[in-house]
């Protein structure tokens, strides 16, 4: 089963092995409102944690995506760019962004589990 982590700007990464399956968390995609568009980095790219990585917009706004972990993109998820409102229907699942190879897994450490995340969650509100 995969480890999942979380960032405090909503995203997600799904760790199995040394590839992290990204995206933006349940909470983003409500604050968010109907997604109309997703921008993914482009397959090979090298993406740095704390990093932009992509861009979400929505009928609300434009917010930009961090890369949870550094390292290379190895996969993109062509649905979330034809389909963007499949980020709506299944933000941690069928809507994720893409995949990355990381460089260092000691960066997971600065993120935060789904007890972790829920309670930042919490205190936002």
Not at 28 to 37: P, R
């Amino acid at each position: 089963m995969a480890d999942i982590y979380y960032t405090k700007e909503h995203e997600w990464i799904s760790v199995e092995g040394d590839i992290g399956t990204v995206g933006i968390t349940k909470h983003a995609a409500e604050q968010l409102g109907d997604i109309v568009f997703v921008e993914t980095p482009e397959v090979g790219t090298q993406v740095e944690q704390g990093g932009e990585s992509g861009v979400v917009e929505s009928v609300k706004a434009a917010s930009d995506v961090y890369a949870p972990v550094s390292g290379e993109v190895v996969e993109v998820n062509p649905v979330v760019s034809e389909d963007p409102g499949r980020v709506n229907e299944d933000p941690e699942g069928q809507g994720w962004f893409y995949k990355v190879k990381l460089s260092n897994p000691d960066e997971l450490k600065d993120l935060m589990d789904k007890a972790a995340y829920e309670a930042f969650v919490a205190s936002e509100a």
